[in-house]
Nanobody
Framework: QTQLVESGGGLVQAGGSLELSCTAS????????MNWYRQAPGKQRELVAT???????NYADSVKGRFTISRDNPKKTVYLRMNSLKPEDTAVYYC???????????WGQGTQVTVSS
């Protein structure tokens, strides 16, 4: 059974930092790209960052220079390091992947990030 389990959300003041983690099970982690999405209240879910199986990364313009996505293949874990947080970063953050073999996509349960001004 494929599962993505996030952790690391919480409440932080503006300018602070948080690191999210997402641990996968039931997939060959190393060959799949991994994504972080977020959804703020009343807004559509948006793609925040992507890391390919080769370690190439891509970021939404709104987080470039502040967020860093990374992966640890032996631990089957992807991270999102968030620095210089702003109130507008407040959202539920979701880990996501499309399994390359089956083309099925999976979502984590989400973790709340709240940035106070």
């Amino acid at each position: 059974q494929t599962q993505l389990v996030e952790s690391g959300g919480g409440l932080v003041q503006a300018g602070g930092s948080l690191e999210l983690s997402c641990t996968a099970s039931g997939i060959i982690f190393s060959i799949n790209a991994m994504n972080w999405y977020r959804q703020a209240p009343g807004k559509q879910r948006e793609l925040v960052a992507t890391i390919t199986s080769h370690g190439s990364t891509n970021y939404a313009d709104s987080v470039k220079g502040r967020f860093t996505i990374s992966r640890d293949n032996p631990k089957k874990t992807v991270y999102l390091r968030m620095n210089s947080l702003k109130p507008e970063d407040t959202a539920v953050y979701y880990c996501h992947t499309v399994v390359i073999i089956t083309r099925m996509d999976y979502w984590g349960q989400g973790t709340q990030v709240t940035v106070s001004s």
